[in-house]
Every structure is written in C-alpha cells, then in structure tokens.
C-alpha cells in the first residue's frame, strides 16, 4: 500500500511541476491539457494514437491534433521524452494488456498483449535472419509520419 502512494505522489509532483512549466509559458491550463496530462503521466501509452484513443473515452471533444500538440509542447519543456515514451521492454512473461496498437490501412486496430507482441518481434527477426537464437529484451519504436 504504502508503494501505491508513494506513486501517487510522485505523479502528482510531476503534475504540478509540468503545469507550472507550462504556464510560466503562458500557457492556458484547459481541462483538456489536464486530462491529456494525466493519461501521459500512467506512463501506459505507447504513442499519441493511445493518447488519443484514450482521451476520447474522458472527452470526445479531444482532437488528434490537440493530443500531438501537447505532446510536442511536453517535449519542448522536457517534461518527457519521445524515446522514452515510444520505448516497449516486456518479455514473454509479461501481462501487460494493450502493449502494442496497430492499425491497418483499412483502419482495423489489432490489439496486441505485451506476449503477443514479443512473438510477433521475435518471430519476425528470426524470419528475416536478424537474430540467431538471441531473445528481444526491449524494443524502441521511433514514430514517423505516415501518409495514406
């Protein structure tokens, strides 16, 4: 229990330290930067997709383009860090639910468990020659922009 609050306090010292950052900035503190805020802060999402999906389920009036702005502008300030942020490091013991979204240019979203993802990697490299019985530890996604 007393590690659950210890957590508690420490996201919300973050919290209070990143909108302090923000408005010495200038800029407004919307409930929306809140919430977005709060869902960058689980340290749960993978990319601002999650972000967005996530948000949507607080506030459908959250945008695409207001979750990526934020997430640049907490870059800027150093609040996070996308490497960080996009970094996955589960093994195939892992349970983690959600680890991994990935949506399909007919805009099917295949949701992948933390294991589930780790097959797909490990199975990948092996097939592809990258890896000769060595096992992933983590793997580091740097985001691009994509055009459909």
Avoid at 87 to 115: F, G, H, P, Y
Wanted: proline share 1%.
């Amino acid at each position: 229990m007393e590690k659950n609050l210890s957590n508690y306090h420490r996201t919300q010292m973050k919290k209070e330290l990143v909108l302090q950052s923000l408005k010495d900035r200038g800029c407004r503190i919307t409930k929306q930067r809140q919430i977005l805020l709060d869902i960058i802060l689980q340290e749960e999402c993978g990319s601002c997709k999650e972000i967005y999906y996530k948000s949507m389920q607080l506030d459908d009036r959250i945008g695409a383009a207001t979750v990526y702005r934020m997430v640049n502008l907490l870059e800027e300030i150093g609040a996070i860090s996308r490497k960080n942020m996009y970094r996955i490091s589960c093994s195939m013991n892992c349970e983690k639910e959600n680890a991994c979204m990935v949506e399909l240019d007919d805009n099917t979203v295949c949701k992948l468990s933390a294991q589930d993802w780790y097959q797909v990697i490990s199975e990948g490299l092996r097939r592809c020659g990258y890896v000769e019985g060595q096992k992933v530890i983590s793997v580091t996604v740097d985001p691009c922009t994509y055009e459909r």
